[in-house]
Structure formats: structure tokens, C-alpha cells
């Protein structure tokens, strides 16, 4: 009988979008269990708290069994091997992640060489979609539908209503 394969997928998810949600649906496939990791980093002045965050992604995932949401700081492979993950899931969009990602890549394999890391290339109609957009268009009001799930953008609505002009952000 082969091992239990278990994943972590980690990043800032400030918030989630339909990017990574993507790529949790096709690591969910490959691996017996997924752990989303959402860091919580001392030099990022996030929109969400980690917990905001954590929520978010929980009531996204709900319908999977599979996954399991869980805030951590400090080295990712401290908290891989916490975990008993075999591999790290990191999403690539274009060549300028690749060049980042496979830093971190060899860093932390030779911080941990028994954990590997899996690159995943983005689905093409998610390849312009990063964190960073959705709050910029929900801050100005925009539609944000269809670029992140409906608790994430109910959670942006909330956020930026409160300071926009308009009162609610357009549909
Ligand atoms: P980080 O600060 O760790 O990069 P992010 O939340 O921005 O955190 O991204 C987490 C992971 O998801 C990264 O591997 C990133 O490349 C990947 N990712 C982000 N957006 C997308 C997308 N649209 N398609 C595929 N992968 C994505």
C-alpha cells in the first residue's frame, strides 16, 4: 500500500481568487490531502487578517473533503514537516514567477531535501489574475464577479463599501 500523499499549497492569499482556487481543485486530484497555508508575514501590510483570510478560503473549500486551512509563520518547510507534507504546490503564471518560485524552490530543498517542490502553470483564463488587482478594482468600485469566489467578494464588498463614495460597489 503507497503512503498517504499530503500537500501544502502556502502563500499570502490576501484574499483568495479564482487563481488559486484552481489550482487547490487541481492539487485535490493529485493528492490524498491538500493543506492550504496562508503565511502570516511580519513584512506585508495585508488587507485581511490571517484569520479573515483562513475563513475565507474554509468557506470556499467547505465542499471538499480533502482540504484543511491553516494559518503558520515562520519557515514554510518548519511548517511542511509539521505537517508530515511530501510536497509543496506553488501556481506559476508567467516566466517572471518562474524565476522567483525556483528560487525559493532550491532553497527550500536544501533546507529539506525530502520534501519537493511541484509547479503547477495557471489555467490561461486565470493567467492575469493576482491578489493585487482584485483589491485594486474592488477599491475603485468595480466588478469584481468571477475573478474570486462569492465569500471572498462578499468580504471585498463589505471592506470597501464602507469607504467608497457610492456606498456599494457596482455589480
Ligand atoms: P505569495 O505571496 O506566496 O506569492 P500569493 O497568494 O500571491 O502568495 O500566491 C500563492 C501561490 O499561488 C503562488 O504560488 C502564486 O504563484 C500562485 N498563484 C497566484 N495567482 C495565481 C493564478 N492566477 N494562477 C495560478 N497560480 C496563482
Known amino acids: 500500500m503507497r503512503a498517504v500523499l499530503i500537500a501544502i499549497y502556502p502563500g499570502s492569499f490576501d484574499p483568495l481568487t479564482n487563481g488559486h482556487l484552481d489550482i487547490i481543485e487541481r492539487g485535490i486530484k493529485i493528492f490524498d490531502h ?32 480533502n482540504v484543511e486551512v491553516d494559518v503558520f509563520d515562520g519557515l514554510l518547510v518548519n511548517f511542511a514537516r509539521e505537517k508530515k507534507c511530501q510536497v509543496i504546490i506553488r501556481g506559476l503564471r508567467a516566466i517572471s514567477d518562474y524565476e522567483y518560485e525556483t528560487q525559493i524552490a532550491v532553497i527550500n530543498r536544501k533546507m529539506a531535501p525530502e520534501i519537493e517542490t511541484l509547479f503547477l502553470p495557471t489555467s490561461t483564463e486565470f493567467s492575469y489574475l493576482n491578489s493585487t488587482i482584485v483589491k485594486e478594482i474592488a477599491s475603485f468600485g468595480g466588478c469584481i464577479r468571477g475573478l474570486v469566489p462569492p465569500a471572498v467578494e462578499k468580504k471585498l464588498r463589505d471592506k470597501f463599501s464602507k469607504n467608497a463614495p457610492w456606498g456599494i460597489l457596482s455589480e
Open 34 to 65: 491538500l493543506i492550504v497555508g496562508v503565511l502570516k508575514n511580519p513584512h506585508k501590510q495585508p488587507l485581511f487578517t490571517p484569520e479573515e483570510r483562513k475563513e475565507m478560503i474554509q468557506e470556499t473549500v467547505k465542499c471538499f473533503t
